[in-house]
């Protein structure tokens, strides 16, 4: 199966693109991961959205930020796969795909992401590293990382 992206503004999606990542992101975040919390949190529309799709249906996504838009170097979050295509290495490849999307539109190599803890080697293999503590995000552990 090929995963295609698509890199989009806030203003560029259609209003099922949108429904079809907050749909996903709820799906994941909310119900698999069994935490409440504010999805919809104001910032979509200062992200460039990484649409990952198979067959035309969206399997993968993340949002990225120029620096300063969320941290004051570039960021990337929401990073999911939907759990029927975890075992395909989607996630590695959406990963890369969002840190070429930082240097293509922000021009720049150096990230900052808040990592669910349990994913800390699946970002190291991508060049990130643990900064500080751990804390809790939505009630979740989480720890600070950068890259570049």
Known sequence: M???FQIKTFQE????????I???RAKVFVVEQNCNYQ????????ALHVLGYIDNHLIAYARCFAPGEYFPQAAIGRVLVEKNYRKENYGHRLL????KVIGTYYNTTSIKISAQEYLL?????HGFKAIG???????IPHRAM???
Do not use: P
């Open 13 to 20: 999606l259609t209003t099922t693109s949108l429904y079809e």
């Open 2 to 4: 090929e995963l295609s």
């Open 96 to 99: 890369e795909e969002s840190i």
């Open 22 to 24: 907050l749909q996903l």
């Open 39 to 46: 999805d919809v949190d104001g910032l979509d529309t200062k």
């Open 121 to 125: 080697k699946f970002y190291q293999q």
């Open 133 to 139: 503590d751990t804390y809790l995000e939505d009630n």
């Open 146 to 148: 950068l890259k570049g």
